[in-house]
């Protein structure tokens, strides 16, 4: 993990309250999918955290959603050639293993950036089955990038796009025809415990990013401990984001 300096080269509005923040760095990382980064936003004392959607080379690419101040401020204050200062690559990722050749990827929300990175990531070899839900249709972005795997189902909550219900009700339907290796996931809580509860018994594995407020993002503060099962404590931005599923309680 490092504290870089970015230069911002794009930073775009793609869906309802949704944008897309390009920045390069002089240095290069390796980022896995599913690791996230800590973006410090104007005089706010805490970074924020934000997936990557995509890396390549020098560039990153996290896109993010407006829910308050920071966020807000991103959006407006930020145009090609600020400077902002980011914390990478943190956080575990993903990890499919080799025998694992058919790869469900659940998402919904802001949950399909990081899932975007595994699309990205494994769709040369491996079987993506990918399954991305939201609110509607003016909150889909990305379609594009989500379309590399072996195929989309993209569902909104009341249809005004692609099928109408949620990522874990479509994937469900269709869970017996691909009988997946592993599932990839994230999403809201609710999204998560419906995906836990669905597959709960079938014996695949699946995976979950999860989101916790967080402040230091390097496993520093504590603010972003989540619980585990057995009574066992984890923290979110250090020890995950990703979990198996059954290993926390949702
Ligand atoms: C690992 C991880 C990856 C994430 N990836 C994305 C992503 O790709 N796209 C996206 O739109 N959002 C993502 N989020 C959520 C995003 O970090 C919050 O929406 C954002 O921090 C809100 O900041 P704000 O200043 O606008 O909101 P405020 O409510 O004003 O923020 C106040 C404080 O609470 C923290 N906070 C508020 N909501 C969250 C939250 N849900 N998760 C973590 N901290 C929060 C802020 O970082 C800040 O420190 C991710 C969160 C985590 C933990
Ligand atoms: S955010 Fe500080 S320990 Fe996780």
């Given at each position: 993990m490092r504290e870089v300096t970015a230069t911002v080269l794009e930073n775009k509005q793609?869906?309802?309250?949704v944008y897309s923040l390009t920045f390069y760095t002089e240095e290069e990382f390796e980022i896995r999918p599913g690791q996230f980064v800590m973006v410090g936003v104007g005089e706010y004392p805490l970074r924020r955290p934000f997936a990557v959607c995509m890396a390549e080379g020098d560039r990153v690419t996290v896109c993010y959603q407006i829910k308050g101040r920071g966020t807000a401020f991103l959006a407006t204050n930020y145009r090609a050639g600020e400077k902002l200062s980011v914390l990478l690559p943190l956080g575990n990722g993903f990890f499919v293993k080799e025998e694992e050749k058919k790869v469900a990827i659940v998402g919904g929300g802001v949950g399909v950036f990081p899932l975007i990175s595994a699309i990205r990531a494994y769709a040369n070899d491996k079987e993506i089955y990918a399954y991305m839900g939201f609110r509607n249709k003016r909150a889909l972005c990305m379609e594009y990038e989500m379309q590399r795997g072996k195929s989309l189902v993209v569902a909104t909550d009341d249809g005004s796009?692609?099928?109408?219900?949620t990522a874990v009700k479509a994937f469900m339907e269709d869970f017996g025809k691909i009988r997946p290796d592993v599932v990839l996931s994230c999403g809201p809580a609710p999204m998560l415990r419906a995906l836990k509860n669905a597959t709960a018994g079938t014996g695949v594995p699946v995976y979950v990013s999860l989101e916790e407020r967080m402040g230091?993002?390097?496993?520093?503060?504590?603010?972003?401990v989540c619980n585990q099962t057995g009574g066992r404590h984890a923290r979110v931005c250090k020890d995950g984001p990703v979990f198996e599923i059954n290993e926390v309680e949702l």
């Open positions: 793609i869906a309802e309250s796009y692609g099928f109408r219900g230091c993002g390097i496993g520093a503060c504590l603010v972003c």
